[in-house]
Protein backbone atom coordinates (compact mmCIF):
# COMPACT_ATOMS: atom_id res chain seq x y z
CA UNK A 1 0.00 0.00 0.00
CA UNK A 2 1.26 3.82 -1.35
CA UNK A 3 2.23 6.14 1.91
CA UNK A 4 -0.09 8.51 -0.13
CA UNK A 5 -3.16 5.56 0.19
CA UNK A 6 -2.37 5.52 4.05
CA UNK A 7 -3.78 8.43 5.41
CA UNK A 8 -7.17 7.92 3.26
CA UNK A 9 -7.32 4.24 5.01
CA UNK A 10 -7.21 5.44 8.83
CA UNK A 11 -9.89 8.55 7.90
CA UNK A 12 -12.23 5.99 6.54
CA UNK A 13 -11.79 3.21 9.19
CA UNK A 14 -11.81 5.97 11.88
CA UNK A 15 -14.86 7.53 10.44
CA UNK A 16 -17.08 4.15 9.80
CA UNK A 17 -16.30 3.28 13.28
CA UNK A 18 -17.44 6.78 14.90
CA UNK A 19 -20.62 6.57 12.49
CA UNK A 20 -21.35 2.52 13.49
CA UNK A 21 -20.96 3.90 17.48
CA UNK A 22 -23.69 6.90 16.62
CA UNK A 23 -26.29 3.81 15.63
CA UNK A 24 -25.94 2.08 18.63
CA UNK A 25 -25.92 4.95 21.00
CA UNK A 26 -28.50 7.33 19.20
CA UNK A 27 -32.01 5.74 17.98
CA UNK A 28 -33.63 7.33 15.23
CA UNK A 29 -36.56 9.70 16.68
CA UNK A 30 -39.93 8.43 17.48
CA UNK A 31 -42.37 9.13 14.39
CA UNK A 32 -45.13 7.79 15.91
CA UNK A 33 -46.34 10.20 18.86
CA UNK A 34 -47.73 13.01 16.65
CA UNK A 35 -45.25 15.17 17.69
CA UNK A 36 -46.04 14.86 21.33
CA UNK A 37 -43.87 15.95 24.56
CA UNK A 38 -44.20 12.74 26.08
CA UNK A 39 -43.16 8.84 24.59
CA UNK A 40 -46.86 7.29 24.03
CA UNK A 41 -46.83 4.37 26.91
CA UNK A 42 -43.29 5.67 28.57
CA UNK A 43 -42.93 5.07 32.33
CA UNK A 44 -45.24 3.54 34.63
CA UNK A 45 -48.12 6.13 33.68
CA UNK A 46 -47.50 6.53 30.50
CA UNK A 47 -47.41 10.33 31.26
CA UNK A 48 -44.31 12.16 30.97
CA UNK A 49 -42.48 15.66 31.28
CA UNK A 50 -45.49 17.88 29.89
CA UNK A 51 -48.20 16.56 32.16
CA UNK A 52 -46.10 16.79 35.04
CA UNK A 53 -45.61 20.42 34.12
CA UNK A 54 -48.37 23.25 36.20
CA UNK A 55 -50.66 25.01 34.32
CA UNK A 56 -52.49 24.36 31.19
CA UNK A 57 -50.86 22.16 28.25
CA UNK A 58 -52.25 21.11 24.95
CA UNK A 59 -50.54 21.33 21.44
CA UNK A 60 -50.33 23.66 18.84
CA UNK A 61 -52.49 23.33 16.00
CA UNK A 62 -56.08 23.21 17.71
CA UNK A 63 -57.70 26.24 19.53
CA UNK A 64 -57.32 27.08 23.15
CA UNK A 65 -58.92 25.11 25.83
CA UNK A 66 -61.90 27.22 27.07
CA UNK A 67 -61.04 29.05 30.44
CA UNK A 68 -62.34 27.06 33.31
CA UNK A 69 -62.23 27.00 37.44
CA UNK A 70 -61.38 23.49 38.08
CA UNK A 71 -57.54 22.88 40.03
CA UNK A 72 -57.56 20.26 37.75
CA UNK A 73 -58.76 18.80 34.51
CA UNK A 74 -57.99 16.79 31.53
CA UNK A 75 -59.67 15.98 28.24
CA UNK A 76 -58.76 11.88 26.28
CA UNK A 77 -59.77 10.69 23.29
CA UNK A 78 -61.12 7.45 25.22
CA UNK A 79 -60.95 5.19 21.89
CA UNK A 80 -56.82 5.81 21.21
CA UNK A 81 -56.22 6.97 24.33
CA UNK A 82 -54.65 10.33 23.28
CA UNK A 83 -54.70 13.12 25.96
CA UNK A 84 -55.97 16.18 23.68
CA UNK A 85 -55.52 19.11 26.78
CA UNK A 86 -54.98 19.31 30.58
CA UNK A 87 -54.48 21.01 33.64
CA UNK A 88 -52.12 20.24 36.10
CA UNK A 89 -53.29 17.00 35.20
CA UNK A 90 -50.88 14.70 38.19
CA UNK A 91 -52.28 17.40 40.79
CA UNK A 92 -52.96 15.09 43.92
CA UNK A 93 -56.40 16.15 45.29
CA UNK A 94 -59.28 14.46 47.16
CA UNK A 95 -61.53 12.22 44.61
CA UNK A 96 -64.83 12.33 46.52
CA UNK A 97 -67.69 9.49 45.11
CA UNK A 98 -65.28 9.74 41.34
CA UNK A 99 -62.78 7.00 43.45
CA UNK A 100 -66.27 4.53 43.13
CA UNK A 101 -64.78 4.49 39.85
CA UNK A 102 -62.00 2.06 41.01
CA UNK A 103 -64.23 0.83 43.29
CA UNK A 104 -66.07 -1.23 40.58
CA UNK A 105 -63.37 -1.63 38.33
CA UNK A 106 -61.67 -3.70 41.13
CA UNK A 107 -64.67 -5.72 42.43
CA UNK A 108 -67.71 -5.87 39.88
CA UNK A 109 -65.69 -8.23 37.65
CA UNK A 110 -65.48 -10.68 40.80
CA UNK A 111 -69.23 -11.36 41.22
CA UNK A 112 -71.89 -12.15 38.58
CA UNK A 113 -74.99 -10.11 38.04
CA UNK A 114 -77.77 -12.63 38.73
CA UNK A 115 -75.88 -13.51 42.26
CA UNK A 116 -78.09 -12.82 45.32
CA UNK A 117 -76.61 -11.76 48.84
CA UNK A 118 -78.24 -11.27 52.09
CA UNK A 119 -77.48 -8.16 53.96
CA UNK A 120 -75.89 -8.68 57.53
CA UNK A 121 -75.50 -6.23 60.20
CA UNK A 122 -71.44 -6.67 59.83
CA UNK A 123 -72.09 -5.51 55.99
CA UNK A 124 -73.36 -2.22 56.95
CA UNK A 125 -71.25 -0.99 60.06
CA UNK A 126 -68.48 1.40 59.45
CA UNK A 127 -70.71 3.56 57.47
CA UNK A 128 -69.39 7.46 57.99
CA UNK A 129 -72.31 9.60 59.00
CA UNK A 130 -73.15 12.34 55.97
CA UNK A 131 -72.54 9.69 53.35
CA UNK A 132 -74.96 9.33 50.52
CA UNK A 133 -77.33 6.19 51.10
CA UNK A 134 -79.56 4.09 48.62
CA UNK A 135 -81.66 2.34 51.04
CA UNK A 136 -79.52 -1.24 52.00
CA UNK A 137 -81.50 -2.90 54.61
CA UNK A 138 -80.37 -5.37 56.97
CA UNK A 139 -81.80 -9.00 56.30
CA UNK A 140 -82.81 -8.04 53.09
CA UNK A 141 -81.52 -10.12 50.28
CA UNK A 142 -80.45 -8.02 46.88
CA UNK A 143 -78.87 -9.06 43.63
CA UNK A 144 -75.82 -8.11 42.93
CA UNK A 145 -76.99 -6.18 40.04
CA UNK A 146 -79.44 -4.35 42.72
CA UNK A 147 -76.66 -2.98 44.55
CA UNK A 148 -74.18 -1.95 41.89
CA UNK A 149 -77.41 0.43 40.61
CA UNK A 150 -77.23 1.88 44.09
CA UNK A 151 -73.21 2.18 43.73
CA UNK A 152 -73.56 4.03 40.55
CA UNK A 153 -77.06 6.17 40.35
CA UNK A 154 -77.55 7.25 44.60
CA UNK A 155 -73.54 6.57 45.04
CA UNK A 156 -74.95 4.97 48.28
CA UNK A 157 -72.34 4.24 50.89
CA UNK A 158 -74.67 1.69 51.98
CA UNK A 159 -74.31 -0.32 48.57
CA UNK A 160 -70.57 -0.02 48.79
CA UNK A 161 -70.35 -1.42 52.44
CA UNK A 162 -72.30 -4.34 51.40
CA UNK A 163 -70.04 -5.51 48.46
CA UNK A 164 -67.00 -4.56 50.08
CA UNK A 165 -67.78 -7.12 52.59
CA UNK A 166 -68.74 -9.95 49.95
CA UNK A 167 -65.47 -9.15 48.28
CA UNK A 168 -63.58 -10.14 51.68
CA UNK A 169 -63.95 -6.81 53.90
CA UNK A 170 -63.20 -3.26 54.21
CA UNK A 171 -59.92 -3.07 54.42
CA UNK A 172 -59.13 -5.95 51.95
CA UNK A 173 -61.05 -4.24 49.10
CA UNK A 174 -59.36 -0.93 49.75
CA UNK A 175 -55.93 -2.77 49.56
CA UNK A 176 -56.86 -4.88 46.54
CA UNK A 177 -58.29 -1.30 45.36
CA UNK A 178 -54.43 0.49 45.92
CA UNK A 179 -52.93 -2.89 43.72
CA UNK A 180 -55.32 -2.29 41.04
CA UNK A 181 -54.42 1.77 40.27
CA UNK A 182 -51.02 0.10 40.50
CA UNK A 183 -51.76 -2.09 37.90
CA UNK A 184 -53.75 0.40 35.60
CA UNK A 185 -50.40 2.93 36.23
CA UNK A 186 -52.00 5.10 38.77
CA UNK A 187 -49.15 7.06 39.91
CA UNK A 188 -51.14 9.50 41.89
CA UNK A 189 -53.42 7.60 44.14
CA UNK A 190 -53.96 6.62 47.36
CA UNK A 191 -56.62 4.50 48.38
CA UNK A 192 -57.72 5.14 52.30
CA UNK A 193 -62.31 4.68 51.73
CA UNK A 194 -64.03 2.50 49.32
CA UNK A 195 -66.37 5.00 48.91
CA UNK A 196 -64.18 8.24 47.98
CA UNK A 197 -65.39 9.69 51.58
CA UNK A 198 -62.97 11.80 52.73
CA UNK A 199 -60.29 10.46 54.82
CA UNK A 200 -56.83 11.44 55.80
CA UNK A 201 -54.49 10.81 53.08
CA UNK A 202 -56.65 10.08 50.49
CA UNK A 203 -55.82 11.55 46.98
CA UNK A 204 -56.27 10.89 43.10
CA UNK A 205 -55.64 13.31 40.43
CA UNK A 206 -57.60 13.68 37.34
CA UNK A 207 -55.15 11.47 35.11
CA UNK A 208 -55.68 8.98 37.18
CA UNK A 209 -59.82 9.12 37.32
CA UNK A 210 -58.98 9.37 33.82
CA UNK A 211 -57.27 6.16 33.75
CA UNK A 212 -60.06 4.31 35.73
CA UNK A 213 -62.92 5.15 33.93
CA UNK A 214 -61.54 4.73 30.34
CA UNK A 215 -60.79 0.98 31.94
CA UNK A 216 -64.52 0.81 33.43
CA UNK A 217 -65.54 1.86 30.25
CA UNK A 218 -64.59 -1.42 28.58
CA UNK A 219 -66.50 -3.28 30.56
CA UNK A 220 -70.05 -3.99 29.45
CA UNK A 221 -71.69 -4.18 32.95
CA UNK A 222 -69.55 -1.14 33.79
CA UNK A 223 -70.52 0.89 30.86
CA UNK A 224 -74.30 -0.10 30.99
CA UNK A 225 -74.67 0.98 34.88
CA UNK A 226 -72.84 3.90 34.21
CA UNK A 227 -75.06 4.82 31.48
CA UNK A 228 -78.47 4.05 33.95
CA UNK A 229 -80.67 7.20 34.52
CA UNK A 230 -83.09 5.50 36.39
CA UNK A 231 -83.96 2.52 37.90
CA UNK A 232 -86.45 0.92 40.59
CA UNK A 233 -84.50 -0.58 44.06
CA UNK A 234 -86.32 -2.94 46.17
CA UNK A 235 -87.85 -2.43 49.41
CA UNK A 236 -88.95 -5.17 51.59
CA UNK A 237 -87.46 -7.80 49.79
CA UNK A 238 -90.81 -8.27 48.20
CA UNK A 239 -92.40 -6.86 44.63
CA UNK A 240 -92.18 -3.42 46.51
CA UNK A 241 -89.90 -1.10 45.20
CA UNK A 242 -88.64 2.08 44.81
CA UNK A 243 -87.25 4.34 42.26
CA UNK A 244 -83.31 5.96 42.26
CA UNK A 245 -82.02 8.67 39.92
CA UNK A 246 -78.76 9.04 38.92
CA UNK A 247 -77.08 12.23 40.54
CA UNK A 248 -75.37 13.31 37.29
CA UNK A 249 -77.28 16.57 36.16
CA UNK A 250 -75.00 16.43 32.64
CA UNK A 251 -76.85 13.05 32.49
CA UNK A 252 -80.71 13.51 33.53
CA UNK A 253 -80.58 17.16 33.10
CA UNK A 254 -81.85 18.49 36.30
CA UNK A 255 -81.44 21.22 39.07
CA UNK A 256 -81.40 23.77 35.99
CA UNK A 257 -78.83 21.80 33.72
CA UNK A 258 -78.90 20.43 30.39
CA UNK A 259 -78.22 17.17 29.65
CA UNK A 260 -75.50 16.89 27.53
CA UNK A 261 -75.59 15.24 24.24
CA UNK A 262 -74.05 11.66 23.62
CA UNK A 263 -73.14 11.49 27.32
CA UNK A 264 -72.27 7.87 28.38
CA UNK A 265 -72.28 8.59 32.20
CA UNK A 266 -69.32 7.99 34.48
CA UNK A 267 -68.90 9.43 38.13
CA UNK A 268 -70.04 12.80 39.89
CA UNK A 269 -68.76 13.16 43.55
CA UNK A 270 -68.90 16.07 46.59
CA UNK A 271 -67.43 16.14 49.55
CA UNK A 272 -66.78 19.23 52.06
CA UNK A 273 -62.68 18.61 51.29
CA UNK A 274 -62.67 17.36 47.60
CA UNK A 275 -65.56 19.89 46.07
CA UNK A 276 -67.27 19.42 43.41
CA UNK A 277 -65.43 16.39 40.88
CA UNK A 278 -66.86 14.59 37.95
CA UNK A 279 -65.86 12.56 35.32
CA UNK A 280 -67.85 12.33 32.30
CA UNK A 281 -67.81 10.48 28.94
CA UNK A 282 -69.96 11.59 25.52
CA UNK A 283 -69.64 9.96 22.43
CA UNK A 284 -70.46 12.19 18.93
CA UNK A 285 -69.80 11.31 15.44
CA UNK A 286 -68.42 7.75 16.22
CA UNK A 287 -66.03 9.19 18.65
CA UNK A 288 -65.77 8.84 22.64
CA UNK A 289 -64.41 11.39 24.87
CA UNK A 290 -63.73 11.50 28.54
CA UNK A 291 -63.32 14.79 30.26
CA UNK A 292 -62.75 14.93 34.51
CA UNK A 293 -62.97 18.26 36.31
CA UNK A 294 -61.55 18.81 39.67
CA UNK A 295 -63.06 21.24 41.85
CA UNK A 296 -64.06 24.23 40.08
CA UNK A 297 -63.66 27.30 42.13
CA UNK A 298 -66.04 29.81 40.68
CA UNK A 299 -68.42 29.45 42.92
CA UNK A 300 -70.96 29.33 40.47
CA UNK A 301 -73.80 26.66 40.78
CA UNK A 302 -73.27 23.32 38.69
CA UNK A 303 -70.15 24.91 37.89
CA UNK A 304 -68.71 21.35 37.14
CA UNK A 305 -71.28 20.35 35.08
CA UNK A 306 -71.29 23.44 32.68
CA UNK A 307 -67.04 23.61 32.85
CA UNK A 308 -66.87 19.57 31.72
CA UNK A 309 -69.95 20.65 28.89
CA UNK A 310 -67.60 23.47 27.97
CA UNK A 311 -64.42 21.15 27.48
CA UNK A 312 -66.29 18.47 26.20
CA UNK A 313 -67.58 20.97 23.28
CA UNK A 314 -63.71 21.73 22.84
CA UNK A 315 -62.95 18.58 22.57
CA UNK A 316 -65.28 17.31 19.87
CA UNK A 317 -64.72 20.50 17.82
CA UNK A 318 -60.98 19.62 17.63
CA UNK A 319 -59.63 17.48 14.63
CA UNK A 320 -59.93 14.08 14.87
CA UNK A 321 -56.54 13.22 14.23
CA UNK A 322 -55.42 16.65 16.79
CA UNK A 323 -51.79 15.94 17.88
CA UNK A 324 -52.29 14.75 21.78
CA UNK A 325 -50.00 16.15 24.84
CA UNK A 326 -49.42 12.44 25.86
CA UNK A 327 -50.75 9.26 25.55
CA UNK A 328 -52.78 6.88 28.51
CA UNK A 329 -51.07 3.61 28.53
CA UNK A 330 -52.15 0.34 26.36
CA UNK A 331 -53.02 -1.37 29.72
CA UNK A 332 -55.92 0.67 30.42
CA UNK A 333 -59.13 -1.67 29.73
CA UNK A 334 -57.01 -4.99 30.34
CA UNK A 335 -57.22 -5.13 33.98
CA UNK A 336 -61.15 -5.63 34.41
CA UNK A 337 -61.27 -7.85 31.01
CA UNK A 338 -58.89 -10.43 32.71
CA UNK A 339 -60.64 -10.76 35.62
CA UNK A 340 -64.36 -11.17 34.77
CA UNK A 341 -66.20 -13.82 36.13
CA UNK A 342 -69.93 -12.58 34.92
CA UNK A 343 -71.13 -15.67 32.98
CA UNK A 344 -73.16 -15.35 29.92
CA UNK A 345 -76.61 -16.31 31.65
CA UNK A 346 -76.27 -13.45 34.39
CA UNK A 347 -75.50 -10.54 31.89
CA UNK A 348 -78.73 -11.72 29.86
CA UNK A 349 -80.81 -12.06 32.79
CA UNK A 350 -79.70 -8.20 34.34
CA UNK A 351 -80.18 -6.78 30.54
CA UNK A 352 -84.01 -8.18 30.38
CA UNK A 353 -84.20 -6.70 33.96
CA UNK A 354 -82.78 -3.53 33.31
CA UNK A 355 -85.54 -3.49 29.40
CA UNK A 356 -88.69 -3.87 31.57
CA UNK A 357 -87.05 -1.37 34.20
CA UNK A 358 -86.79 0.85 30.92
CA UNK A 359 -90.09 0.76 30.35
CA UNK A 360 -91.30 0.81 33.41
CA UNK A 361 -89.48 3.95 33.75
CA UNK A 362 -91.17 5.22 30.26
CA UNK A 363 -94.53 4.71 32.17
CA UNK A 364 -94.28 6.67 35.21
CA UNK A 365 -91.87 9.13 34.20
CA UNK A 366 -92.49 11.54 36.76
CA UNK A 367 -92.84 9.81 40.04
CA UNK A 368 -90.32 9.26 42.88
CA UNK A 369 -86.89 10.85 41.90
CA UNK A 370 -83.69 9.94 43.68
CA UNK A 371 -83.86 9.56 47.51
CA UNK A 372 -80.97 11.72 48.49
CA UNK A 373 -81.31 15.13 46.49
CA UNK A 374 -77.67 15.63 44.52
CA UNK A 375 -77.11 18.08 47.68
CA UNK A 376 -73.24 18.40 47.58
CA UNK A 377 -72.10 15.52 49.25
CA UNK A 378 -74.04 13.37 46.07
CA UNK A 379 -72.40 11.75 43.59
CA UNK A 380 -72.74 9.64 40.62
CA UNK A 381 -73.12 9.50 36.30
CA UNK A 382 -74.44 7.62 33.24
CA UNK A 383 -76.64 8.17 30.37
CA UNK A 384 -79.19 6.13 28.21
CA UNK A 385 -79.58 2.91 29.16
CA UNK A 386 -80.32 0.10 26.22
CA UNK A 387 -79.05 -2.25 23.66
CA UNK A 388 -75.98 -0.44 22.75
CA UNK A 389 -75.67 0.60 26.45
CA UNK A 390 -73.13 3.21 26.20
CA UNK A 391 -70.34 0.82 26.12
CA UNK A 392 -66.88 2.12 24.95
CA UNK A 393 -64.82 -0.37 22.96
CA UNK A 394 -61.53 1.39 23.46
CA UNK A 395 -58.57 0.52 21.03
CA UNK A 396 -55.60 -0.48 22.07
CA UNK A 397 -53.29 1.99 20.44
CA UNK A 398 -49.92 -0.72 19.02
CA UNK A 399 -46.82 0.79 20.83
CA UNK A 400 -44.62 -1.59 19.38
CA UNK A 401 -43.39 1.10 16.56
CA UNK A 402 -41.37 3.51 19.11
CA UNK A 403 -38.76 4.34 17.06
CA UNK A 404 -34.99 2.82 17.94
CA UNK A 405 -33.03 0.50 16.63
CA UNK A 406 -33.87 -2.82 16.91
CA UNK A 407 -32.39 -5.46 18.37
CA UNK A 408 -30.92 -7.32 15.66
CA UNK A 409 -29.52 -4.00 14.17
CA UNK A 410 -27.80 -3.01 17.30
CA UNK A 411 -25.75 -6.17 17.08
CA UNK A 412 -25.01 -5.99 13.42
CA UNK A 413 -23.92 -2.39 13.99
CA UNK A 414 -21.37 -3.53 16.79
CA UNK A 415 -20.26 -6.68 15.06
CA UNK A 416 -19.27 -4.33 11.61
CA UNK A 417 -17.51 -1.62 13.88
CA UNK A 418 -15.54 -4.51 14.91
CA UNK A 419 -14.88 -5.73 12.00
CA UNK A 420 -13.71 -2.56 10.02
CA UNK A 421 -11.99 -1.86 13.28
CA UNK A 422 -9.96 -5.29 12.94
CA UNK A 423 -9.33 -4.35 8.96
CA UNK A 424 -7.86 -0.74 9.75
CA UNK A 425 -5.60 -2.92 12.50
CA UNK A 426 -4.38 -5.38 9.55
CA UNK A 427 -3.94 -2.45 6.86
CA UNK A 428 -1.47 -0.73 9.58
CA UNK A 429 0.36 -4.15 10.51
CA UNK A 430 0.79 -4.35 6.69
CA UNK A 431 2.28 -1.28 6.25
CA UNK A 432 4.53 -1.92 9.06
CA UNK A 433 5.58 -4.73 7.97
CA UNK A 434 5.81 -3.13 4.17
Known amino acids: MSSASWPSVKAGTAAVVCAACLVVTCPPATAGSSG ?239 GNTLVAAAQQDGRTLLVTVMNPQSGQYNAVYEEARALLDWGFSAEPDASPVAMLPDKVGLAMASTSRTDGHDRDQDRDQDREQNQNQNQNQGQDRARGDDRARGHDHKQPAGEHSGVVHVSTVSRGDKGGTAPWGWWFAVIGAALLTGLGTELWRSRRRG
Do not use: C
Open 36 to 274: TDDEPGSGASGSGTRLDRSGVQFRSGVSDPPSVSALSWMVTDADDGRILAAKNAHRELPPASTLKTLFAVTVLPKFGQGSVHTVSEDDLSGINAGSSLVGVKEDMSYSVADLWRGVFLSSGSDAVHTLASMNGGWQETVSDMQEMAHRLGARDTTVESADGFDTPGQVSSAYDLTLFAKAGLTNRDFARFAATKEAQFPETGGPDSFGIQNTNRLLVGSHGVTPYPGLVGVKNGYTSKA
